[in-house]
């Protein structure tokens, strides 16, 4: 073996330290800190869309002068489109033609995806113990949809994740069917990698205050947030707001306190667009499923820019009210949306068979 | 460092040429194919059955299992290539293909071990003992020794002992340069494409990767004491073949031309070739690697047929010998059966579904032939080695730890790719049917039964289609007087499979509050 000699030893440390220093430090001035990125994230998760992008092109609505808005508002509220309904359901189709009508109802996808965005699709894979008949993971051609919709509005990319707690991604990817429409449709299917969790301060967040969040859902232009409609033990249903937990690492840190946590996340990401898969909707042994008697088919798509108010709509499909699912009336205190239905604007279209 | 310049020069000589290059290629690629085949045992969509091959290609390891489980295993006799191999080549097996061995030829630690006289030649008998030993516990249904089969030992180290600290090392580099801006896209790009080839998608951990690796540098570093160290007196495979070379068909001639030059018997990398024997090798010891062919300088040395039996030598087993193995194993396997566990088995003791039922002794697992394929291919590392669960009897056979991985409603990899029938090769219809152990909520660690705090998480993640576990709604008075509504779980015991997900999903800090055990004690009644 050669001796080290110890000017060699020193040269050597030297080196490795800067090396680590020279790391750090372009890392911290290349990029915003990620925690200052998240931090402002609440707010202009609107200008997730560049701002001149969507005045040049959108003659429907006022551009969103998101920096000057009061961060809290539900996006309906703060983008008042001219007679468009604030939430569509669609009704009695196949899932595809679901989903076209109702976005077209809401404005079209044009109004969420300017040209050239970065979009996150982000349905509920959340095992990967079955098929899509089972009602345990979204349906592949409502998620197949959005993505063709987002790319034929122009984006730039269409990414689609979801972090499942039972089995690997790889395979509820497959099994769920998901991977093969987004695929076809021209998103791509990622496997969501730990590198890529970042420390996101949650500024409105009522009890969750921070958590380790995955940067591309947070730093993303549009977020589309595309649940199915499930039966829940603790929550009693999983919709658009309970999906955003597969964006974030340390799940079981927001068992404790659930509905206001959930309602804390959806501070965090703000989805552009809410759209509540309710093709099939399982109504017990939530949210794993396994059981077809537990499925019921409805050929039902609720769309909608407002989290909150497609939530609380979708609470009526399992013959409840928002105020039996904790995080709903939750959200909607921190001016996150409406859950008030009967004071919502509501368009329900007849697709037909 | 003080011997002369000269002398550690031809110390460090190294015969090269034809022959030797063709016999480190077919070595490359079989290190590389036993590698390929390791990584991809983790990819559900490959065929278990060519997946586990190099373990149906070692006749150790499936004749004793043939003994032990008295049942032939289909693909079984894929092992009589090698032996057919050594009735006629010798111990090329060693030389050639296999992957410990070309191991032990890339970390020869020549340099470091200098002039080192080589152990007597009486230690070459330790490797025939420790194969009548494996052979006569497993004719008596006990395969522990298995762990020092080259192919499982390797098999193991990779599994637990290097790449979970290789996949560590590359992940803490992803995360440390994605940071940067101008590497984001390349890191991203490069996890993107190595990941899915090659790391685990989820980080793997085990308990003994600590202990596998320093069992397996203590092989390598038994170098240091002579080249192929254990090859030469420790492998029992090697013995196994050394055996059947006896009749090998092409043996290593020496001819006339030699002048006694020691070049051969230098670089013998398993020291076989005497100078008082005329520089003639043991056809038993010999590896065919065929450096001695190239170190010739006269071209004094020839591989031709020739059919006879070799003769004996003094570190061959004899009865004594024979006898001492069968009367260590007797004695061990006696002892195994006297302890405790064999009268009452570990609460723990969770085996691979259907394991239990597909074995005679569920603590020695019989038919295991400990080679960590099952490990290995557990997306969860919730599979791990028994170390303290099934005693020294039941040592690196699979048992599930739920803290550490639970068994995945949707995988049956485990049964797919054991090569030795102790995991049964389920569909996964069957195995989502197959009782491993049972769920029991401990109610004093429970959050919702303890501290009055909505948590269900075990119900939540229960995979089964009628969840095993049920939420009683009770109203409960806080510290401050309100009432709460609250739900509390209990398990419906007789639909629990035990898969074990509740144990590891359940956010209670250290023991979880809810634990599987073994499906029903075996009872001394």
């Known amino acids: 073996m050669n001796k080290l000699t110890r000017r060699e030893f020193l040269r050597s440390a030297t080196a490795g330290i800067s090396a680590l220093v020279l790391q750090q430090l372009l890392a911290a001035c290349g990029q915003e800190p990620p925690e200052a990125t998240a931090g402002v994230g609440a707010a202009p998760t609107q200008a997730k869309s560049p701002t001149e992008t969507m005045a040049e092109q959108d003659s429907t609505q006022p551009a969103p002068q998101a920096s000057e808005q009061p961060p809290l508002e539900s996006q309906a509220t703060q983008t008042p489109v001219r007679s468009l309904p604030d939430l569509v359901v669609a009704r009695g189709g196949e899932p595809e033609a679901l989903v076209r009508q109702a976005l077209a109802a809401l404005g079209g996808m044009e109004r969420f995806v300017p040209k050239g965005a970065r979009v996150v699709v982000k349905p509920n894979i959340c095992v990967a113990y079955h098929t899509y008949e089972y009602a345990a993971t979204t349906n592949p051609w409502v998620v197949g949809a959005l993505v063709k919709l987002a790319l034929e509005a122009g984006a730039k990319s269409v990414q689609v994740f979801d972090y499942p707690f039972g ?187 | ?38 990584i991809t045992a983790s990819k559900t969509d490959w065929n278990g059955s060519l997946v586990n091959l190099p373990m149906r290609l070692d006749p150790l390891l499936m ?32 030389g050639w293909l296999c992957p410990m061995g070309t191991v032990l030829d890339l970390f020869s630690l020549r340099r470091e071990r200098g002039k080192r006289a080589a152990p007597s030649e009486n230690w070459r008998s330790v490797k025939y003992v420790l194969l009548l030993a494996i052979l006569s516990a497993a004719l008596l249904g006990n395969l522990t020794l298995l762990i020092f089969d080259p192919l499982t030992l390797l098999y193991r180290t990779l599994t637990t002992s290097i790449l979970p600290p290789l996949d560590w090392v590359v992940s803490a580099f992803e995360k440390l340069l994605y940071p940067v801006p101008f590497l984001a896209g ?28 320093v069992l397996f540098l203590v092989v390598v570093a038994l170098n240091l004491a002579a080249e192929r160290f254990w090859c030469r007196y420790l492998c029992p495979l090697g013995g196994m073949l050394g055996i059947f070379s006896k009749l090998r068909l092409f043996r290593r001639q020496v001819s006339e031309a030699c002048k006694g030059c020691t070049l051969c018997s230098n670089a013998c990398p398993t020291g076989t070739i005497d100078s008082a024997r005329g520089y003639a090798s043991d056809p038993s010891e010999c590896t065919m690697c065929l450096d001695c ?35 260590a194993a007797l004695a061990g396997v006696a002892l195994f059966r006297s302890s405790a566990l064999s009268k009452r088995e570990s609460p723990h003791l969770l085996r691979p579904p259907g394991a239990r039922e597909a074995n005679p002794n569920v603590v020695e697992l019989t038919n295991c032939i400990r080679c960590g394929e099952c490990l290995r291919a557990c997306p969860t590392s919730g599979l791990q080695s028994a170390v303290s669960e099934a005693g020294l009897q039941g040592f690196a056979t699979p048992v599930l730890v739920p803290r550490l991985g639970y068994c995945d409603y949707s995988c049956n990899a485990c049964g797919r790719v054991c090569p030795a029938g102790a995991i049964p090769a389920l569909t996964l219809e069957e195995k989502r049917q197959t009782v491993i152990g049972k769920a029991y909520l401990i109610e004093q660690r429970c959050i919702a039964w303890s501290d009055h705090q909505p948590c269900v998480v075990c119900e939540e993640m229960c995979p089964l289609p009628e969840k095993a576990i049920w939420l ?30 509740c144990e590891y999903k359940c956010p209670v800090n250290g023991e979880a509050a809810i634990r599987v055990y073994v499906p029903e004690a075996a009872l001394p009644f």
């Not at chain 1, 099939?280 to 407002?306: C, E, F, Q, Y």
């Not at chain 1, 008030?340 to 509501?346: A, R």
């Not at chain 2, 020739?306 to 003769?311: F, G, V």
Request: aromatic share 8%; hydrophobic share 45%; with cysteine.
């Open chain 2, 1 to 38: 460092m003080s011997r002369p310049a000269v002398e550690q020069k031809k110390g460090e000589w190294r015969p090269s040429g034809p022959w030797i290059t063709a016999r480190k290629v077919v070595q490359y690629l079989s290190l590389l194919a036993f590698a390929a085949l390791f």
């Open chain 2, 63 to 94: 004749l004793a299992n043939l003994l032990a489980s008295r049942a032939f295993l289909a693909g079984s006799a894929l092992a009589l290539l090698v032996v057919v191999l050594s009735l006629v080549f010798g111990r090329a097996w060693c």
């Open chain 2, 293 to 327: 062919l190239e170190a010739c300088p006269r071209s004094g040395i020839d591989f031709t047929p020739r059919i006879s039996i070799a003769e004996f030598r003094e570190y061959d087993p004899n009865r004594r010998q024979a006898l001492l193995a069968f009367g």
């Open chain 2, 186 to 213: 390349p890191i991203a790009a490069f996890d993107a494409w190595v990941r899915p080839l090659i790391l685990p998608s989820e980080p793997v951990y085990y308990r003994t990767a600590l202990l596998f690796a």
């Open chain 2, 472 to 501: 009683e709604e009770i109203q409960v008075q806080a510290a401050d007087g309100t009432t709460l509504n609250l739900q509390l779980p209990h398990v419906l015991r007789e639909r629990c499979i035990g898969c074990g997900i």
């Open chain 1, 167 to 353: 089995g690997s991604p790889e395979e509820a990817y497959t099994r769920s069917g998901i991977a093969e429409q987004v695929t076809a449709a021209g998103g791509e299917m990622v496997v969501m990698p730990a590198f890529k969790y970042v420390t996101a301060k949650i500024p409105h967040g009522v009890d969750l205050k921070k958590t380790e969040a995955y940067q591309d859902a947070l730093n993303t232009d549009v977020l589309i947030d595309v649940p199915i409609a499930k039966h829940h033990g603790s929550a009693r249903l999983t919709l658009g707001m309970k999906n955003l937990m597969g964006l974030i690492l340390n799940r079981s840190a927001i068992h404790r306190n659930l509905g206001q946590r959930i309602a804390d996340l959806a501070s965090l990401f703000r989805p552009s667009l809410t759209v509540v898969d309710a093709v099939r909707i399982l109504m017990d042994n939530g949210p794993t499923g396994g059981d077809l008697n537990d499925v019921k088919k409805l050929d039902t798509v609720i769309a909608s820019p407002d989290i909150v108010a497609a939530d609380s709509y979708a609470t009526r499909l399992f013959g409840l009210v928002p105020e039996d699912v904790a995080y709903i009336p939750a959200a909607a205190a921190m001016g996150l949306g409406r859950s008030d239905l009967n004071g919502l604007k509501i368009e329900e279209i007849a697709v037909g068979a």
